[in-house]
């Protein structure tokens, strides 16, 4: 079975700093790895998703995660943190089967300390 | 780029009553949708799978006959929340995959009183 672990609940960043939030994964084929965000009350929008090539994936707002197969890992990073990126940021895994649903981590609430 | 468009937003409803979700998708076919509930301060847990045309799959511990999911055609499935209760207060989000990745509704707040 497929499973994703986020393992920092919160984290809270100054802005202008540099930000990474881990992603674990577990999955028995090749992955297709996707970050989303959250802001309150809101939906989900996707950030950046990896299905193959390249293994460092660029994003929107800045964002860019790199997959390494050894690691089991997708962390998401960015240079330097805005305000408006306070949010709830979820990892996924899915595969290239059309019938299987995403599995989502627990989710990382990020802060943005002024 | 492919959309699904998910309403109500938001419903506030007595205890009792039933409630219906619609996701439509706008400019493709979605012969698959997924249901998720989340609630507050916790990740998205799937609910239900559904297919157009045949009968939904339920995840365990999900009461079929209390989450009512039809898939009636290639752009429409619905979840009806029927006899709501307060613990079903929940944020509903509908989700289609397709050749590219996941659609995602805009979800639904659901708030039973």
């Known amino acids: 079975a497929q499973s994703v672990t986020q393992p920092d609940i919160h984290i809270t960043v100054s802005e202008g700093a540099s930000l990474e939030l881990r992603c674990n994964y577990s999955y028995g084929a090749t992955p297709y790895l996707f970050w989303y965000v959250q802001s309150p009350g809101q939906g989900l929008q996707l950030l950046l998703k990896y299905f193959s090539g390249d293994t460092l994936v660029q994003g929107i707002k800045g964002f860019e995660a790199e997959f390494k197969r050894s690691q089991s890992s997708f962390n998401l990073r960015k240079p330097s943190v805005h305000w408006s990126d306070a949010a709830e940021y979820f990892c996924a895994v899915g595969s290239n089967n059309a019938g299987n649903m995403l599995t989502f981590g627990g989710g990382t609430r990020l802060m943005v300390k002024p | 780029g492919a959309v699904v468009s998910q309403h109500p937003s938001r419903v506030i409803c007595k205890s009792g009553t039933s409630v219906k979700i619609e996701c439509r998708s706008l400019d493709f076919q979605a012969t698959t949708m997924f249901w998720y509930r989340q609630f507050p301060k916790q990740s998205l847990m799937l609910m239900a799978t559904?297919?157009?045309?045949?009968?939904?799959?339920?995840e365990q511990g999900v009461e079929k006959d209390k989450f009512l999911i039809n898939h009636a055609s290639l752009t429409l499935s619905t979840l009806t929340v029927t006899s709501a209760h307060p613990e079903d207060s929940s944020f509903y989000i509908c989700?289609?995959?397709?050749?590219?990745?996941?659609?995602f509704g805009s979800g639904t707040r659901l708030t039973v009183v």
């Open positions: 559904s297919n157009e045309g045949s009968k939904a799959t339920y």
């Open positions: 989700s289609a995959p397709g050749r590219y990745g996941y659609t």
